[in-house]
C-alpha cells in the first residue's frame, strides 16, 4: 500500500533537473533528519545534451540506485523526483557545494546536499532469514503466459509424492519482484521457505513488466493485478503436485486488497490469508496512513490530527472531479482554508507557510493522483469483496505498529465484513510490535525497514503455519 512520507515500500524522492550555466554533476551528502536521521547519497550526471540523469542511495537503509525521475535544472535550482516513492527534492545552489531545499513525501522537510568526493558508505548488509542452500524442497524457474501476457515466477514443491495443498504469494504496491524485495530484505522468499518446508507448494510471480514478467507496470491498476493472480492460479492448479481443491492465495498489503477481489469472483479458492491488507475505504485508510508516517516524522500529533480532514477533503475531491486544473484549484482552496486556521509555526512545520510552498504540495498530490493506478486505488472499498467470500477460509493479520494500515482501523472492519458476509472460517488477529513489513521494529518508522535485520517476524510466520495447518492441511 502505497505510503507517503518516506514510503519505501516505499520511497525517496521527486527529482528534477533543468540546467543553465550551473553544472550540478558530482557526488552529494545529505542527511535527514526524520526520527533519528537518514543519509542519503545523490548521483547527478549531465549529459551531451545538457539535460541529467540522477540516481539516490539510502546508506543506511541499504538501497542503492534508485532512480531519480525527470531530474531537471532551472539557473540555480536542481528538483529531482522518484515517482514509485511519492518523493520530491527542490534544492538552490547557493554556493558550489551546497544544495539547500526540501524534501517532500507527504510531510515537508529542510534538506540540504552537499557535493562531495567521499559519498556516505552503506553499513554491511545482514539478512540472517534470506534462504540458503541447500534446500529440503524442490525448486523450479517457470514461466507460463495468460491473460495475454508471459509471467516468470518461482515455484517450491515439497519433497515426496503426492498433492499438495498451494499458496499463491501477491506483492505490495509498487513494482515488485517475485520475493517483493525491499533494502534487500526478501520476505517471499523468506515466505516461501517456511510454507514449502511444511508441506506447502509456493508460487511467487514477479509483477507485470518485471524480471521475466510482461506487461506494462506503468498504466495498470489493482483490477489489472487482479487479472495476472487469475492467470497465475490457473497455471498453478495446473501443476500435477498441486491438490487443486486447497489452493490459497496470500497477499500483502495491496496484495491483500487483490486477494478477496480474486477469491470473492472465483469459486476455485480454498483460503485466503491478509499480510496487512485494507478493511476500509482507501480515502480513509489514506488520510490515517498520512498523519501516522507524519507522526513518526517527530511531526506533533495534534498538528498531524488537524491536518487529517484535510487531507481526505483532497482525496475525496480527487475521486470526484477528473479535470486536473480543476483539481489543483480545489486542493490550493483546501490547503488555504487549513492554513487561514492555522499558527505560522505549524505551516512552518509542515513547510505549506507560504503560498509558494502550498502550491508546490498541491502540485505534487496532484500529480500523485494522475496515474491510472492512483485513481483506481483512491475509489476502492474492500468491503463488498470482503462479505462474499462465505466459502473462503480467511486469516487476517496486521502489526500493531504498521503506520501505513492502520490495525486498529483496519482489522475490525475485516472482521465485521467476514461476520457480515457470513464467512464460515476466519480469524482476525492484530500481532503485538510488528511494522508493516512484519518485522519486530524498535522506532516503528517506515525508515527503519531496512536497518532491522529481521525481515519477517517469527511470531508472524509461527501464526501463519498453525493457522493453515489447522484449517487446510
Same mark, same amino acid.
Not at 549529459?47 to 542511495?57: F, M, R
Not at 501476457?149 to 501477491?170: E, S
Given at each position: ?30 542527511? +535527514? ?36 525521475? !525527470? ?243 483532497? +482525496? ?28 505560522? !509555526? ?59 494500515? !492502520? ?26 510490535? +510488528? ?35 489447522? !484449517?487446510?492441511?
Amino acid at each position: 500500500m502505497k505510503i507517503k512520507v518516506i514510503n519505501l515500500l516505499l520511497g525517496l524522492f521527486f527529482t528534477s533537473s533543468l540546467l543553465a550555466q550551473t553544472n550540478f554533476s558530482g557526488t552529494w551528502n545529505a542527511t +535527514l533528519n526524520v526520527a533519528g536521521s537518514l543519509r542519503l547519497v545523490l548521483h547527478v550526471q549531465q549529459q551531451q545534451d545538457d539535460t541529467y540523469t540522477a540516481s539516490l542511495d539510502s546508506p543506511d537503509q541499504n538501497a542503492t540506485g534508485i532512480k531519480c525521475d !525527470n531530474a531537471t535544472a532551472t539557473g540555480n535550482t536542481f528538483t529531482f523526483a522518484i515517482d514509485k516513492l511519492k518523493v520530491r527534492y527542490t534544492g538552490n545552489l547557493i554556493n558550489d557545494t551546497t544544495l539547500s531545499g526540501t524534501f517532500t513525501q507527504g510531510a515537508s522537510l529542510p534538506l540540504d546536499f552537499h557535493r562531495t568526493s567521499v559519498p556516505f558508505v552503506a553499513k554491511p548488509i545482514v539478512r540472517p532469514q534470506t534462504p540458503m542452500p541447500p534446500f529440503p524442497y524442490k525448486i523450479e524457474e517457470v514461466i507460463y503466459t495468460g491473460n495475454g501476457l508471459q509471467y516468470g515466477g518461482t515455484l517450491t514443491i515439497p519433497q515426496g509424492k503426492g498433492k499438495f495443498p498451494a499458496v499463491l504469494l501477491i506483492t505490495g504496491s509498487g513494482q515488485q519482484d517475485r520475493d517483493e524485495t525491499i533494502f534487500h530484505h526478501k520476505p517471499f522468499a523468506v515466505l516461501a521457505d517456511v510454507l514449502t518446508r511444511d508441506g506447502f507448494v509456493v508460487l511467487r510471480v514477479d509483477d507485470r513488466g518485471k524480471g521475466n514478467s510482461t506487461g506494462n507496470f506503468a498504466n495498470s491498476t489493482t483490477a489489472d493485478f487482479a487479472k495476472d493472480v487469475n492467470a497465475s492460479v490457473d497455471y498453478l492448479k495446473s501443476r500435477t503436485e498441486v491438490n487443486d481443491k486447497k489452493v490459497g492465495l496470500m497477499g500483502h498489503s495491496e496484495g491483500g486488497m487483490i486477494a478477496p477481489m480474486v477469491a470473492s469472483q472465483r469459486t476455485d479458492i480454498n483460503f485466503i490469508i491478509l499480510l496487512a491488507g485494507p478493511g476500509i475505504k482507501i480515502v480513509d485508510l489514506m488520510a490515517e496512513q498520512n498523519a501516522d508516517v507524519e507522526k513518526s516524522l517527530g511531526i506533533n500529533a495534534a498538528l498531524a490530527d488537524d491536518f487529517k480532514p484535510y487531507f481526505k477533503t483532497i +482525496l475525496e475531491n480527487s475521486n470526484s472531479t477528473s479535470d486536473t486544473m480543476q483539481l489543483l484549484q480545489k486542493t490550493m482552496q483546501t490547503l488555504n482554508d487549513f492554513a487561514s486556521k492555522t499558527d505560522s !509555526n505549524s505551516l512552518k512545520t509542515l513547510n505549506i507557510f507560504t503560498d509558494k510552498e502550498r502550491e508546490l504540495y498541491a502540485q505534487e498530490l496532484v500529480k500523485g493522483f494522475s496515474s491510472p493506478w492512483f485513481k483506481y486505488f483512491l475509489q476502492f472499498d474492500p468491503e463488498p469483496y470482503l462479505t462474499k467470500l462465505r466459502k473462503v477460509k480467511v486469516l487476517a493479520l496486521n502489526g500493531s505498529k504498521d503506520i501505513q494500515v !492502520n490495525a486498529s482501523q483496519n482489522l475490525p472492519a475485516i472482521r465485521n465484513d467476514l461476520v457480515a458476509g457470513k464467512t464460515k472460517q476466519f480469524e482476525v488477529k492484530e500481532l503485538q510490535g +510488528l511494522n508493516h513489513l512484519f518485522q519486530t521494529c524498535n522506532k516503528c518508522t517506515v525508515q527503519e525497514y531496512g536497518e532491522l535485520e529481521e525481515t519477517f517476524s517469527p511470531v508472524a510466520l509461527q501464526t501463519i503455519i498453525e493457522w493453515l495447518n489447522k !484449517n487446510v492441511k
